[in-house]
């Protein structure tokens, strides 16, 4: 079955250091998300990501955030100068129509820790 | 705005039917969704609604009221292997997106 692939699964980085976290999405998915979810916490939207642009973000996808699609496979999160508060497990996910009713493919996810 | 409450926990013992319930208010609806979240792992997919009444995909039943903006998941003959966190998740298009915004989970325990 087509999963979609995170990596690394874990990063440990210094509090106002760059971080890039890395995804390949389902290769004929065409809309990509990134999720976070703080520990204990629920799922939050950050961002969705269509035809080379950002269609859609929350407030917590603030100027330190940013989303590329640097080739054909890759999609990855920048979080320019991390913060304590930005520890949490980001979820990448993909989906082949964004109306599908067979719900988004979620990667296992990359621990961030922020110290 | 939106808002999705669901029960924060719920206990069962295996073999047994469980319900979890799930009320949402959205500025605009195309779809619920239910997740099932195993601890330190990703979210995968159980079932969608996008039209009143029952979807049943084995042990598992999801229903689905638009107009009470209500639904529930359905656990039939439970197991340990059950035990997790149940997502609601609904699609909200008043903004033409396709974003899931999450409840917080329902956290299932399920015992012998």
């Known amino acids: 079955e087509p999963e979609v692939t995170q990596t690394p699964s874990h990063q440990v980085t210094q509090m106002g250091q760059e971080v890039i976290l890395r995804c390949v999405p389902i290769?004929?998915?065409?809309?990509f998300y990134w999720y976070r979810q703080i520990l204990g916490q629920k799922v939050e939207f950050l961002v969705s990501?269509?035809?080379?642009?950002?269609?859609?973000k929350s407030e917590i996808f603030d100027d330190q955030f940013s989303v590329e699609r640097p080739d054909g496979s890759n999609f990855t999160l920048k979080i320019r100068s991390t913060k304590l508060e930005d520890s949490a497990m980001y979820f990448c996910?993909?989906?082949?129509?964004?109306?599908?009713?067979?719900?988004?493919?979620f990667g296992s996810g990359t621990r961030l820790t922020v110290v | 705005g939106q808002n999705i409450d669901q029960p924060t926990e719920m206990t069962a013992t295996e073999g047994a039917i469980v319900q979890i319930n799930c009320t949402y208010q959205t500025s605009g609806f195309n779809g619920l969704f239910w997740y099932q979240q195993h601890a330190g792992e990703a979210p995968t997919f159980l079932s969608y609604n996008v039209l009143d009444g029952l979807e049943e995909k084995g042990r598992f039943s999801s229903f689905l009221s638009r107009s009470k903006g209500y639904s529930y998941l359905l656990l039939k003959e439970l197991q340990m292997k059950d035990s997790a966190s149940y997502l609601c998740?609904?699609?909200?298009?008043?903004?033409?997106?396709?974003?899931?915004?999450f409840g917080k989970g329902t956290t299932l325990s399920v015992s012998s």
């Open positions: 998740a609904v699609r909200d298009d008043s903004q033409a997106g396709t974003a899931l915004i």
């Open positions: 990501f269509y035809n080379n642009e950002i269609s859609e």
């Open positions: 290769s004929n998915h065409l809309y």
């Open positions: 996910a993909s989906s082949e129509r964004g109306t599908t009713n067979y719900g988004y493919t």
